[in-house]
C-alpha cells in the first residue's frame, strides 16, 4: 500500500511538472515572438518537437534525482542531529557514504544526444 502510494506520489509530481513544461514553453514562445528575439524561437522550435514521451522520461530522471538528493540531505540532517536511540552513527555514515557513491556513479557529464535518440524523440 505505502509503496503504490510513493509511485502515484512521484507519477503526480511528474505530471506537475510535464504541465508546467508546456505552461513555460507557452510564456517562453509567447516573450520571444514579442521581443524577436531569433535565438529563443530557435529553441522553442527545437523544444516543440521533444515527444511527450521523452519530455517524461527526462523529468521522471529529474524526480529520481531530487529523490536521491533529498535522501542525502535528510541523513546529513541526522547526522548533525543525532538521535541514539534510532541511529547508529556508524550505519549513518555507511548510509550517507553509499548514497553518495550512488549518485556520483550514475552522473553521467559526458553523455549527449545521438542520432539514434533524436530518432526516438521523434
Request: proline share 2%; with cysteine.
Given at each position: ?14 505530471e506537475?511538472?510535464c ?78 557514504n ?9 552522473f ?15
Amino acid at each position: 500500500k505505502r509503496m503504490r502510494a510513493q509511485l502515484l506520489t512521484k507519477q503526480n509530481k511528474i505530471e506537475v511538472l510535464c504541465n508546467y513544461w508546456d505552461k513555460m514553453f507557452g510564456q517562453l514562445q509567447t516573450r520571444a515572438s514579442k521581443l524577436k528575439d531569433n535565438t529563443v524561437n530557435e529553441l522553442c522550435k527545437k523544444l516543440i518537437v521533444v515527444s511527450k514521451e521523452v519530455q517524461y522520461r527526462a523529468l521522471e530522471a529529474y524526480v529520481d534525482k531530487c529523490r536521491e538528493i533529498h535522501a542525502i540531505a535528510f541523513l546529513q540532517w541526522r547526522k548533525m542531529f543525532p538521535n541514539d536511540v534510532r541511529y547508529d552513527k556508524e550505519e549513518l555514515d555507511e548510509l550517507l557514504n553509499a548514497r553518495m557513491r550512488n549518485l556520483h556513479k550514475t552522473f553521467q557529464p559526458n553523455k549527449r544526444i545521438t542520432a539514434t535518440t533524436k530518432e526516438l524523440s521523434q
